[in-house]
């Protein structure tokens, strides 16, 4: 099993949750995030003053998924959420080693299933 976890422009949200479960990934946690990296914030202008923003709006994607679709999804992520310009965000993938459905307390690849 592993863990993707991948930060993406909130614009791209939609996009990438239909190619997500295309790919498919059975279930996903979407959490609204901010943060920077290359891009270290930008300038705005409002109500005639400027100031700089540091941390960006992002969207932070977390997806448990058994170890032969993990190609499928991550291809799917970097697909989507692509637009060519910086800030499109990262993926990331960990093992890892156990999951729990709580309600059936099913263990790992059947806890993640649909």
């Given at each position: 099993?592993?863990?993707?976890?991948?930060?993406?422009?909130?614009?791209?949200?939609?996009?990438?949750?239909?190619?997500?479960?295309?790919?498919?990934?059975?279930?996903?946690?979407?959490?609204?995030?901010?943060?920077?990296?290359r891009q270290k914030g930008k300038t705005e202008v409002y109500r005639g003053a400027e100031y700089e923003v540091k941390l960006l709006p992002k969207v932070k994607l977390e997806i448990?998924?058994?170890?032969?679709?993990?190609?499928?999804?991550?291809?799917?992520?970097?697909?989507?959420?692509?637009?060519?310009?910086?800030?499109?965000?990262?993926?990331?993938?960990?093992?890892?080693?156990?999951?729990?459905?709580?309600?059936?307390?099913?263990?790992?690849?059947?806890?993640?299933?649909?």
């Open positions: 099993m592993k863990f993707i976890i991948a930060i993406i422009k909130p614009s791209r949200l939609d996009a990438v949750l239909d190619a997500v479960t295309e790919a498919g990934a059975s279930g996903i946690t979407v959490t609204e995030v901010r943060g920077y990296g448990a998924v058994p170890a032969d679709i993990v190609e499928r999804v991550v291809e799917a992520i970097t697909r989507t959420a692509n637009t060519g310009k910086i800030g499109d965000g990262k993926v990331f993938v960990l093992n890892l080693e156990a999951a729990l459905r709580i309600r059936t307390g099913e263990q790992d690849a059947p806890a993640i299933s649909g």
